[in-house]
Nanobody
């Protein structure tokens, strides 16, 4: 089992930026795909962005494309989500997730069912 810890959330004004981090631990291998999801109040959790273990493939939700960037740290057990041009609609709890089974599979990166472990989330609040 992988333990995930998200950080970097907070309160920011519309148009501002944040960088979310997710650090994974608990496995000797850090070979896994990683994704970010979010859940706004009263809504279902939705896909935001994902990256394969090699970093060769990244995918984004249409609503964040061009504003959010997912990347892996030099230590492959870390993933970042750079979020800019924030909008009030981006307010949500952001969750990090990993897929330990198929680290470089390029399909179904948007599917929550693909991911095997989840973090507790970090709150992002965007004020207008």
């Amino acid at each position: 089992q992988v333990q995930l810890e998200e950080s970097g959330g907070g309160l920011v004004q519309a148009g501002g930026s944040l960088r979310l981090s997710c650090a994974a631990s608990g496995r000797t291998s850090s070979n896994y795909a990683m994704g970010w999801f979010r859940q706004a109040p009263g809504k279902e959790r939705e896909f935001v962005a994902a990256i394969t273990s090699s970093g060769a493939t990244t995918v984004y939700a249409d609503s964040v494309k061009g504003r959010f960037t997912i990347s892996r740290g030099n230590a492959k057990n870390t993933v970042y989500l750079q979020i800019s041009s924030l909008e009030p609609e981006d307010t949500a709890v952001y969750y990090c997730a990993v897929d330990t089974r198929f680290p470089n599979l390029r399909v179904r990166l948007r599917d929550q069912d693909r991911y095997t472990d989840w973090g507790q989330g970090t709150q992002v609040t965007v004020s207008s």
